[in-house]
């Protein structure tokens, strides 16, 4: 197995990887980076999720001058939220060694960005349209650019960029190093790379469904009208730390955030009609994980890689199978599992079908506390769960709310003591607390709702008295 250190990484950069905790290379790390070093052109098919950033981003930095304050590579990207998510990467890579990363994206005041740039920065990274704006205002100089990366190329394509991206690349010196990433190989991206990468050499992910195989796939079949109540039985099962909920449309995205909201669940939306500002701070609390839920669009989603997520499910089947893997690959991360939940309408039976195909995978039918043995999964230990223990009794349990939840700093451990210490109740006779935003959850054997009714309540949580109800259905 091959290490970071044998892949001649500068000792600046190999610290920097040590600090942001990776171990070994990835498969694309392993073969793109030797290769960038040697100053080859690189065309690398990968998917978001296999460490390809990386692959680029450690011989880009390698290569840069921290004491020159010119534009010494830029990374192109589609979207936005790429953008940032690269520049964030760049940076923790390019950190031990000085390396100033700018990042210059749309939908965010130019002037700033302007100055930015002035400033110094070594590496842009941009997306096409502010990068060719920041360029037509002699902002941007990219005369000195000798490193080029596009990173997800193909979704420039779908957003009719690449007359914009060829526009780029003629400012940038020939004798540049470009390297080139896409999930998928059509033949407008084969033909960008013919005229702009010299005598390329093709990198592939042996496996293009490899983030697949470390995701446990179901399919749920819901009628339209009862899906917010499907989704509602998933999350409250599942438990998932972080999960992202796929709807097809803007509408519908915004629809099923405020259902959810009004249900008194911690959950954000994002989509493509939301101002940059509300985009960037759903993504900030995403990113640190302090947001459980979020309801997101294909697009807004795009390339998002958000490692502490744990679940993806479709809300909406995925208008095709790559749409699929696209969304699923957010969840099971290099070296993680994750679970993905399709909810499918009868009619959508079809569409089910030619994505198992696609990815070669058959998705269990999903139920509560559904496993899927086939596969080689690790299931990773859930934040909030508690071991499973048979119920008291004849094994009925009651479901209670508590008021106070998170924003009380309250955890699940808090609301197990509380009651616990109230009743003289074992520990495992709360179960499944899940605490919200501003209430709790959990479930106690129906034997003992008396006890705990009487005696918990208005015991003490964080500073805060219990309030115990009964929960509706
Ligand atoms: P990317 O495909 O570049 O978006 O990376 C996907 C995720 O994998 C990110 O969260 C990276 O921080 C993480 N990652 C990249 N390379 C490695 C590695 N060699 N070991 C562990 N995690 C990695």
């Known amino acids: 197995m091959t290490t970071f250190a044998e892949l001649n990484l500068a000792p600046d950069i190999l610290?920097?990887?040590?600090?942001?905790?990776?171990?070994?290379?990835?498969?694309?790390?392993?073969?793109?980076?030797?290769?960038?070093?040697?100053?080859?052109?690189?065309?690398?098919?990968?998917?978001?999720?296999?460490?390809?950033?990386?692959?680029?981003?450690?011989?880009?930095?390698?290569?840069?001058?921290?004491?020159?304050?010119?534009?010494?590579?830029?990374?192109?990207?589609?979207?936005?939220?790429?953008?940032?998510?690269?520049?964030?990467?760049?940076?923790?890579?390019?950190?031990?060694?000085g390396v100033d990363v700018v990042a210059v994206f749309g939908g965010a005041p130019i002037r700033s960005q302007q100055a930015q740039l002035r400033a110094g920065g070594q590496v842009v990274v941009?997306?096409?349209?502010?990068?060719?704006?920041?360029?037509?205002?002699?902002?941007?100089?990219?005369?000195?650019?000798?490193?080029?990366?596009?990173?997800?190329?193909?979704?420039?394509?779908?957003?009719?960029?690449?007359?914009?991206?060829?526009?780029?690349?003629?400012l940038t010196p020939g004798s540049r190093q470009t390297a080139l990433f896409s999930a998928t190989m059509p033949g407008e991206i084969r033909r960008l790379a013919e005229q702009y990468l010299l005598d390329p050499v093709t990198v592939k992910v042996k496996n293009p469904t490899l983030t697949v195989d470390t995701v446990e796939q179901f399919g749920l079949e819901a009628k339209g009208p009862e899906k917010v109540e499907a989704l509602v039985k998933i999350l409250e099962s599942e438990r998932p730390e972080q999960a992202i909920v796929f709807v097809r449309t803007k509408i519908r995205c915004e629809q099923l955030f405020r259902t959810l909201?009004?249900?008194?669940?911690?959950?954000?939306?994002?989509?493509?009609?939301?101002?940059?500002?509300?985009?960037?701070?759903?993504?900030?609390?995403?990113?640190?994980?302090?947001?459980?839920?979020?309801v997101a669009t294909d697009v807004a989603a795009r390339g998002l890689d958000i490692s502490?997520?744990?679940?993806?499910?479709?809300?909406?089947?995925?208008?095709?199978?790559?749409?699929?893997?696209?969304?699923?690959?957010?969840?099971?991360?290099?070296?993680?599992?994750?679970?993905?939940?399709?909810?499918?309408?009868?009619?959508?039976?079809?569409?089910?079908?030619?994505?198992?195909?696609?990815?070669?995978?058959?998705?269990?039918?999903?139920?509560?506390?559904?496993?899927?043995?086939?596969?080689?999964?690790?299931?990773?230990p859930r934040r909030h769960s508690k071991p499973h223990v048979p119920a008291d009794g004849d094994g009925r349990v009651v479901k209670l709310i508590a008021a106070g939840g998170r924003a009380e700093g309250i955890e699940p451990r808090d609301v197990i003591q509380a009651i616990t210490a109230a009743t003289g109740l074992d520990g495992e006779a709360v179960r499944n607390v899940r605490v919200l935003e501003r209430f709790a959850f959990l479930e106690v054997p129906e034997a003992e709702l008396d006890r705990v009714l009487e005696h918990a309540n208005g015991a003490d949580v964080r500073g805060h008295e219990l309030r115990l109800e009964l929960a509706r259905g």
């Open 308 to 380: 502490g997520v744990t679940h993806v499910i479709n809300y909406d089947v995925p208008t095709s199978p790559d749409v699929y893997v696209h969304r699923i690959g957010r969840t099971g991360r290099v070296g993680r599992s994750g679970r993905a939940i399709t909810m499918y309408e009868s009619r959508q039976k079809r569409d089910m079908e030619a994505i198992e195909r696609h990815t070669g995978v058959a998705m269990a039918p999903w139920a509560p506390g559904a496993h899927v043995a086939a596969l080689p999964v690790t299931p990773k």
């Open 15 to 97: 610290a920097a990887i040590r600090d942001v905790g990776y171990e070994q290379p990835s498969p694309i790390q392993e073969q793109t980076i030797p290769l960038l070093l040697e100053g080859r052109d690189v065309m690398g098919q990968a998917q978001t999720g296999s460490g390809k950033t990386a692959a680029f981003g450690l011989p880009l930095l390698q290569y840069v001058d921290p004491s020159e304050n010119e534009v010494q590579a830029l990374v192109l990207t589609p979207t936005r939220e790429l953008c940032i998510q690269v520049t964030q990467a760049l940076r923790a890579y390019g950190a031990r060694k």
């Open 261 to 294: 909201r009004d249900k008194g669940m911690d959950v954000r939306a994002l989509h493509g009609d939301m101002t940059q500002g509300a985009r960037d701070g759903v993504m900030i609390s995403f990113k640190s994980g302090r947001l459980p839920v979020l």
């Open 126 to 170: 941009g997306t096409v349209g502010r990068v060719k704006d920041l360029i037509s205002r002699h902002s941007l100089m990219l005369h000195a650019a000798r490193f080029v990366v596009l990173d997800e190329a193909d979704e420039m394509l779908d957003l009719g960029f690449l007359e914009d991206v060829e526009k780029i690349l003629a």
